[in-house]
């Protein structure tokens, strides 16, 4: 789900540019001690992202300011922390960090996927349906790229195209006007689609997803540079993800507390809550920032689904996480 709905693709698009310009706009880290940490999101900031924004409100008092800047994609968020115009990106890079030996490790992972298959049933009503058949999802490299190609790897078939529109709300109200005949989206827009159509879509059987939709990445030299200011971001995310899981309301107290998403639509107010209790029933959020499995269930899905070359067993933890910082993190917060 995406904080404002955009009506078209035109819209998104504009967004797009606007994120470019924004990119362009970050500058160089200053050489003295950092207690500021840029923050680049391939998307733009959405319901999906509440438990990030508390945590870093909490990091604020803690005297780091972190700043969030919205770019058009993932790709564009790990380009900006390759060539220094932000500190931490969010997503799931691992093609580009084994493709390009780009110096970013993950340091922290959010979430874990949940995405829906959605198909307009008037056209498809089942995976076989989609062979030789156009598809959409939200961007090279991303989770639902790697969803949808392990799909079609599992069932035998093969796509005639996959366009990229990111945008789970995108997504969805192109599906309402008839415009994307079959797709992937997160649970709210899941929900709003069978909300305003319920006799018009159908969602394709997914099976077990454990790999990561969102985690955080930097450099490692970044990382050793500034282990007071990444050290107080992990333990606040360690602490609001807990806060969460025991309880999904909190995200709902807090939101309302500091003022987060003031202009979110009414219809999509309704839904932060059941979000939050669907994804903590389905057990996305990690308490331990993805210590315990995190890479090895990245390399599983990501091999299989072809983003990552080799065999998950041959792949080294080293290679794609740092994660001595959450360790510490780990240890200060309590396992």
């Given at each position: 789900?995406?904080?404002?709905?955009?009506?078209?693709l035109?819209?998104?698009?504009?967004?797009?540019?606007?994120?470019?310009?924004?990119?362009?706009?970050?500058?160089?880290?200053?050489?003295?001690?950092?207690?500021?940490?840029?923050?680049?999101l391939?998307?733009?900031v959405?319901?999906?992202?509440l438990?990030?924004?508390?945590?870093?409100?909490?990091?604020?008092?803690?005297?780091?300011?972190?700043?969030?800047?919205?770019?058009?994609?993932?790709?564009?968020?790990?380009?900006?922390?390759?060539?220094?115009?932000?500190?931490?990106?969010?997503?799931?890079?691992?093609?580009?960090?084994?493709?390009?030996?780009?110096?970013i490790?993950?340091?922290?992972?959010?979430?874990?996927?949940?995405?829906?298959?959605?198909?307009?049933?008037e056209?498809?009503?089942?995976?076989?349906?989609?062979?030789?058949?156009?598809?959409?999802?939200?961007s090279?490299?991303?989770?639902?790229e790697?969803?949808?190609?392990?799909?079609a790897?599992k069932?035998?078939i093969k796509?005639?195209a996959?366009?990229?529109?990111?945008?789970?709300?995108?997504?969805?109200?192109?599906m309402l006007?008839?415009t994307?005949?079959?797709?992937?989206?997160?649970?709210?827009?899941?929900?709003?689609?069978?909300?305003?159509?319920?006799?018009?879509f159908?969602?394709?059987?997914?099976?077990?997803?454990?790999?990561?939709?969102?985690?955080?990445?930097?450099?490692?030299?970044f990382?050793?540079?500034?282990?007071?200011?990444?050290?107080?971001?992990?333990?606040?995310?360690?602490r609001?993800?807990?806060?969460l899981?025991?309880?999904?309301?909190?995200?709902?107290?807090?939101?309302?507390r500091?003022?987060?998403l003031?202009?979110?639509?009414?219809?999509?107010?309704?839904e932060?809550?059941?979000y939050?209790?669907?994804a903590?029933?389905?057990?996305i959020?990690?308490?331990?920032g993805?210590?315990?499995?995190a890479?090895?269930?990245?390399f599983?899905?990501?091999?299989?689904?072809?983003?990552?070359?080799?065999?998950a067993?041959?792949?080294r933890?080293e290679?794609?996480?740092?994660?001595?910082?959450l360790?510490?993190?780990?240890?200060?917060?309590?396992?």
């Amino acid at each position: 789900m995406r904080h404002r709905p955009r009506t078209s693709l035109w819209t998104l698009l504009l967004v797009g540019m606007v994120a470019l310009v924004v990119v362009g706009s970050f500058h160089p880290a200053p050489a003295q001690t950092r207690t500021k940490i840029r923050y680049a999101l391939g998307d733009i900031v959405t319901v999906e992202s509440l438990p990030l924004l508390i945590a870093i409100d909490r990091v604020k008092q803690r005297g780091v300011d972190v700043a969030i800047t919205s770019l058009k994609s993932e790709e564009l968020a790990m380009q900006a922390v390759v060539n220094g115009q932000a500190d931490i990106g969010q997503g799931t890079p691992y093609a580009a960090i084994q493709k390009l030996t780009a110096p970013i490790r993950f340091i922290y992972q959010l979430n874990a996927l949940q995405f829906f298959p959605v198909v307009n049933k008037e056209s498809y009503k089942s995976w076989k349906d989609l062979d030789g058949q156009e598809i959409v999802v939200h961007s090279r490299g991303s989770g639902t790229e790697a969803i949808m190609r392990l799909m079609a790897q599992k069932h035998g078939i093969k796509y005639k195209a996959m366009s990229y529109v990111p945008g789970s709300e995108v997504r969805a109200v192109a599906m309402l006007k008839g415009t994307i005949k079959a797709s992937i989206v997160d649970a709210t827009n899941k929900n709003l689609l069978f909300r305003e159509a319920p006799d018009r879509f159908l969602v394709l059987p997914l099976g077990e997803v454990k790999a990561s939709d969102e985690a955080l990445f930097a450099t490692k030299a970044f990382v050793d540079q500034n282990q007071e200011a990444v050290g107080a971001l992990l333990e606040e995310l360690l602490r609001v993800w807990r806060s969460l899981v025991a309880n999904p309301q909190f995200v709902v107290e807090e939101r309302k507390r500091l003022g987060l998403l003031k202009d979110l639509p009414a219809k999509l107010e309704a839904e932060v809550l059941p979000y939050f209790q669907q994804a903590v029933a389905n057990g996305i959020f990690p308490t331990d920032g993805g210590a315990a499995r995190a890479p090895q269930n990245d390399f599983e899905f990501f091999t299989v689904s072809g983003a990552l070359k080799g065999s998950a067993g041959e792949l080294r933890v080293e290679d794609f996480w740092y994660l001595d910082p959450l360790k510490k993190a780990l240890a200060r917060v309590g396992q």
